[in-house]
């Protein structure tokens, strides 16, 4: 569905509103103007009819300096009655004297405006009524418009007002612009506000506005601001929490596996060993036997070193992290020949602390896992960059030149991405994936800075 600017949209409605208002005043005034011409017309009719009843009434008491009747003298010295013509008819319907003042205007006006006000008015309607003396009907006076002074006089009267009404209307445009570019200035801070919030910049703030409605809008926004930003971090205080007691746990079953289980087979071992001796030379039946013995413990024990490697690699306590990658480089190298593993460390990895090297070994663990799972890559490249401190920013890269991933697969939970989501948003982190497909993948991991008491 289509948008439109709210500023935008206001000034069309104004527009459009004084478009309407516009068309109802023309035809207000269009009709007030016909109103008025059928007044004049009806008041000279009156004034004439008037005059000439005084006329017969000086014919009939014999007025020697009235020589003619009718005579419109006088009614033709009224300035009213410009545009008008008088007629006066006899009892039989004759026309005995018409007269006819001024029909001719120098207004211009366009056709079309001729023709509609024509055909909505009737300008030229004449205006008749009886001149009676001592109570008989005399004659009759007849009064009539003319329609081009008429037509000149409404749009004479039209375009003065419509004018006017332009240029208040244009003029309550642009102080209407003015005052909406002002009122809807806290719409367009807010705008702003939203899309840095959307970015996860959650520290941004609404500003105070003079405006009630925007200051509750914009203290409503700061509000859920707050407590999504309180909400977040007490997500990612959690998610460390887990983490770290997830670790914890490892750490505890690594042990116990190593101490227990290990010294058990470890012990197993010597015995099948001890056994597989004597019976050279007291039974060579259970030689045999022994010997499998000892091989399936051996078979164990190296699971259990699998098994311990994959719970908690022994170099990362012994030997720090930089020691703990490069392990673990070698190793994928030696089991996945196809693909060329390279490492580079850069700064003092070993100065981190343990939640956090920790996290980072998991993290390259599973990005190597995905890529020589998925993405048919020839080169994988792991970055480390750190600085010299325990509260020195981190940055890990990790890209390949296989065939990449598809957007499906990419936002789909699972294939280790969402662990190692977690993982970063609970170190505070952030996480970005360079998808090319047929380009290969980049995973982009900063951390800030942070010391070892924070995470604890």
Sequence with gaps: MPTVRLNLLLMLMVVLSGSVALLLSAGFILHQSDQSSRARTEMAAQVAKQQLELQLYRIDNQFEFLKHFPDFHLWQKSTNHVGLCVTYLNRDIEVLRSLCLGDVTEERWPDWFDSLYLSLFSPAQPVRLDVGYKGQVQGLVEVSSSEVVE????????????????????????????????????????????RQMVQDDLSVRVPAFPITEWQETGVAINGLAENLQATLEERKALALKLVNLQEEERRYLCRELHDELGQSLAGLSA?????????????????????????????????????????????????????????????????????????????????????????????????????????????????????SGPGSAVS???????????????DRPGHGLLGIRERVSALGGELNMTNAPGDGLSVHIELPPFSEGKLA
């Design 151 to 194: 037509v000149g006089r409404a749009w004479n009267t039209l375009s003065n007002l419509m004018e006017l009404a332009c240029v208040i209307v244009l003029t309550l445009c642009i102080l209407l612009y003015i005052a909406l570019h002002w009122v809807l200035r806290p719409v367009r801070i807010t705008q702003a506000c939203l």
């Design 271 to 387: 015995v099948a060993s001890a056994m597989s001796t004597e019976a050279l030379h007291t039974d060579p039946q259970l030689s045999e036997p022994a010997d499998q013995i000892t091989r399936i413990s051996r078979h164990m024990m190296d699971l259990v070193k699998g098994l311990l490697l994959r719970l908690r690699p022994a170099d990362l306590d012994q030997l720090g992290l930089a020691e703990s990658l490069r392990g673990l480089v070698r190793e994928w190298n030696n089991k996945h020949q196809a693909i060329s593993w390279k490492l580079s460390l850069q700064g003092e990895p070993d100065q981190l602390a343990a939640s956090v090297a920790v996290n980072l070994l998991r993290i390259v663990q599973e990005c190597l896992t995905n890529i020589s799972r998925h993405s048919g890559a020839s080169e994988a490249e792991v970055t480390l960059v750190c600085g």
């Design 396 to 410: 890990l890269l990790i890209r390949d030149n296989g065939q990449g991933l598809s957007t499906e697969f990419v």
